[in-house]
């Protein structure tokens, strides 16, 4: 619902963005900010984004190719798809390592698996390619195989059965193929892959055999175990068309021993049962269309004129070609395909990810690597990201100042006028707001502001002024070049005769005029505020030694001593180990 619509409208407005000049990256290095109000959203819509756009680009190139040349096997296929994707700087990552793209076999054998699951999974929905009549999915010597089914009905005396032959071998092979019970083209398919073929169906078991032969939970059958049952098939056959049982076990079984002829058939043996040889698969530019008249249900082929969804009972009737579909025209989907668009890549960028991938997903966003970043409110301040042009909200921001801070990433050097596009979901704070948006812009935001009379406040402010002069006095001796350790700051060993020298070593200090000038600007800092807000003078001392350092020193020796204790104690048991396991152990604690 929401994530579907706000990944359209992201998409749509990266490619409404002009490209850079000569970039190499991704989408021509167009680059947006996807704001989200929490790291849930935000974490979530990058890698569904990403996903949803590469579909919508290999569905363009498919539907490019098979325009372009007939009869189209599945490698074929993948490699016409793939020389038009790379006109767009088409990328995949791999899940688990996202720093560099797939290149070589292993990104040749991920398009064909990519490919493979649009042939084999896409006709399950009303807005695949075959649905639209963009794509035909056909297999090599099925006329054949029909032919000679019929042939053998009608001289076994079944003729009337035989005008059903066609319906029930393409109803079967569409059954297989929805299920995904296909080859893997000689072991360059991962069927356990659950992240191309959805969830439920990775798995390299699925298959089909006629009756039960096996106990195996992935397999699945034509027929039903027993008389009484039903599977899709028998019920079209008896329900619909009005078949006999017999009649329908009859034909079925027919059409099942001429699929699985060794050398002529359409089906191969998997790793339990029978799977579709996928090698025998040929792909077209359009299809004949059958739909439903009850579930709208799609269907390339007609059985009887009766709809092939499992308990639907409605008719079909035959659909105009693509060309002459006023619906299929005007389909927002179709159009998008049909201009072959490009594949955003995307990644989340919130507070739950580390500083260094922080850093390198950055970077990589602003040389356009990264076409789009999916945030919070991380975003809406402090880092620079270059030349941004547009922002995309994915709700209604729940305040002016936050909406300011996002749309204002856009356009910050104007080179050109920025975009910020907003998103009003389904809730009642969104559509309230939609209604009214003219009001929501026009709000003015809380002016911020700080009670400088809090005596709380102000001395936590006081105590770092005092502090900070004598950090940078500890840290004048350091050679250490970048951000200090603590023991840059301290010493090396924190313990209770540590903790005693730095108090004193803190006191002698306020005596110098390094100190007494720290302490000055301290009592400055109190200028204009009413009397009993700041500490001044020797209370002001007491104060910064007794209550922050002192109490601060304590809690840092404390879990010092604590793991210094804890490192001993492993050295002694790794010395008196008596097997190198233990050793080990010890030394791996220490």
Known sequence: GDESTSAMATQTLLEALPAKPDSDAPMRGRSLLAFSDNRQDAAFFAPFLERISRVEAIRGSIIDAVRTEAGLSITNLSAEASARLRKHRFQIFDRGDQSAPLSGSELKDRMTALVTAEITLGGRGRDSLEAYGLLSVEHDGLDKIERRVARALVEGGRQPLSGHVSGVIRLILMMMRQSRAISDLDGRLDLGDEAIWGRGLGSERISW?????????????????RPRDKTRLIWVLCERLGLSREDADHVAEACWEEMVRPRVGVLKKGTLAMVID???????????????????????????????????????????????????????????????????????????????????????????DINVLSCTTTMEMGVDLGDLEAVICRNVPPGIANYQ????????????????????????????????????????????????????FFHRHQVSCVLAGWFSRRLATSSRSGSPRLRDVLCERLNGTTHKSLLEDFTIWLQTEEGKQSLEIAQAMAAGLPHGVALHGVELIKHVKDEALSRWLDDVCGRWQMIDDRAQRSEEEAASAETEDEKQKANGRV
């Open 278 to 368: 996928l090698d025998k698969i040929k792909l077209g530019e359009t299809s004949e269309r059958y739909r439903c008249n009850s579930c709208g249900r799609i269907a390339s082929f007609d059985l009887g004129g009766v709809c092939l969804a499992n308990r639907c009972e409605g008719a079909v009737s035959k659909l105009p070609p693509p060309g002459n579909d006023a619906d299929a025209a005007r389909n927002f989907y179709v159009a998008r395909w049909l201009t072959q668009p490009g594949a955003a890549i995307a990644r989340e960028h919130t507070a739950a990810i580390g500083t260094g991938l922080r850093n390198e997903i950055e970077g990589k966003f602003r040389t356009g």
């Open 209 to 225: 055999e006629l009756r039960k032969e096996s106990n195996a939970s992935r397999i699945r059958r034509v027929l039903p175990t």
């Open 405 to 456: 801070q996002r749309a204002g990433r856009a356009g910050r050097r104007a080179q050109v006028a920025p975009i910020a596009l907003t998103i009003a979901r389904g809730s009642r704070y969104d559509q309230a707001s939609f209604r009214r948006f003219d009001d929501y812009l026009k709000a003015l935001p809380n002016v911020p502001y700080i009670n400088l009379e809090n005596p709380r």
